[in-house]
């Protein structure tokens, strides 16, 4: 498909990399520099939906202000027609949960920790950083600090090559808010849960609202879980009702899963998965520091 056809002068389609029930992105290069992106276009049958416009614009306001290297960069962004459409950097990497298919199922912890330390780096500094402009209920726009991506996943985690290594990079943030004016921004229904079940923690679940950045530490280490495991850390079955699941039950220690997880490391990963009253571990500096001092020993 052409440039013309998609409806982005300026961007030649190469291949589609992956779709969803809001938007499609595509592989394309940037005619006037040749630069490999990918680029993210909103659905013409979901944009008249005001939530769905909102999540998007939010996903671009969002990627646009960070700048780190464990963060996708923001290239651009625009309309052409009634399409929304952002361009960011090309992962040629593909995502963390098709690496895990691609090893049959799960990585080994050689493999599995430098990437989630890295995304940790990542949360750190998108925990901290300054969001300029925050739009207010009243209307009025305001500096922020800090933000908090609420749905850490295998697929949200990119990987890159820079050279001989490889970068692992936190991807979209359409669910990501200011946490310092959470309550104050009007993002999220009263009530509404946004996120992904499985990599939920449960004060996310009881509050989604108000979610602060410990949760994407939990979803972190719950990634890091699946990888090694290729399991959730609780137990979901078809006849309960995934969100109580995740309000009722402990997760499942991970050496249940796979005995040969390391003693240290899967007692830092245990401990970090602890969620109830409240998340045990609650920045992604502590969880990193844990998850290295386990591998070191």
């Known amino acids: 498909m052409g440039p013309s056809k998609a409806g982005i002068p300026g961007y030649e389609i190469i291949r589609e990399l992956g779709r969803g029930s809001q938007g499609v992105v595509y592989l394309v290069r940037r005619e006037d520099t040749g630069e490999l992106l990918a680029l993210k276009m909103l659905l013409t049958r979901v944009a008249v939906d005001s939530n769905a416009k909102k999540g998007f614009l939010r996903e671009i306001e969002s990627t646009r202000v960070l700048r780190h290297p464990n963060v996708v960069e923001f290239r651009d962004s625009g309309s052409s027609g009634a399409t929304l459409f952002f361009a960011c950097e090309y992962c040629d990497g593909g995502s963390v949960d098709r690496l895990v298919a691609q090893r049959g199922g799960t990585l080994p912890v050689e493999e599995a920790v430098p990437i989630v330390l890295q995304v940790l780096d990542g949360l750190a500094y998108a925990h ?24 850490i996943k295998p697929p949200n985690i990119l990987l890159a090559s820079s050279g001989a290594v490889r970068v692992a990079k936190l991807a979209d943030f359409g669910l990501a808010k200011a946490f310092d004016r959470a309550g104050l921004s009007g993002h999220t229904r009263t009530g509404a849960i946004g996120g992904t079940i499985p990599f939920m923690a449960r004060p996310q679940a009881v509050d989604y609202k ?64 602890i969620d109830n009253p409240r998340i045990a571990i609650i920045t992604a500096d502590e969880l990193k520091r844990a998850l290295q001092d386990a591998v070191t020993c």
């Open 128 to 151: 901290r950083a300054e969001i300029p402009g925050v739009r207010l209920t009243d209307g009025t726009s305001e500096p922020s600090w800090g933000l908090v991506h609420r749905d």
């Open 210 to 273: 108000f979610a602060k950045p410990e949760v994407d530490v939990w979803a972190t280490v719950a990634s890091l879980y699946w990888m090694l495991t290729g399991a959730a850390p609780r137990d979901f079955t078809s006849h309960v009702d995934p969100v109580f699941v995740v309000l009722r039950d402990a997760t499942v220690p991970i050496r249940e899963r796979v005995p040969s997880i390391p003693h240290q490391l899967a007692a830092v990963i245990d401990g970090a998965l």
